[in-house]
């Protein structure tokens, strides 16, 4: 009996606050649509770490609203880029670009960084 006690008043509770959610001018808990055709993913740039006490933090391009280009800069001042597929033209968008470019990114760092000389 006191399951179904605490079942009903926890259903209660959720309900009112499903109700608030609905007022005007609240803020809904889902992300907005993106604007752009091929939005840049935040975990696209999060720094990456190349070894020692270095890391490096990617900086993100669309290029001709097609495909993105992710590059960093190594300590030693190499460039290494990480390029995407390009978007079809019949899509109205492209969300996962800046991800495929980030994996195709630490592809060739860390190809990059093993043939360097130690």
Not at 13 to 31: H, K, Q
Not at 39 to 52: C, F, K, R, S
Not at 73 to 98: M, Q
Request: with cysteine; proline share 10%; hydrophobic share 45%.
């Amino acid at each position: 009996m006191l399951k179904k006690l605490v079942f009903v008043a926890g259903l209660a509770l959720s309900s009112l606050s499903i109700a608030d959610d609905c007022l005007p001018g609240c803020v809904t808990p889902y992300p907005a649509p993106p604007t752009e055709r091929i939005p840049i993913h935040p975990a696209a740039l999060n720094p990456i770490w190349v070894g020692g006490l270095d890391y490096v933090t990617p900086a993100a391009q669309v290029v001709s609203n097609d495909f993105v280009v992710l590059t960093v800069t190594l300590p030693d001042g190499h460039r290494v880029a990480g390029i995407s597929a390009a978007c079809a033209a019949d899509s109205e968008s492209c969300p996962n670009l800046a991800l495929f470019a980030w994996f195709d990114l630490r592809l060739r760092l860390d190809q990059a960084l093993r043939a360097r000389p130690r």
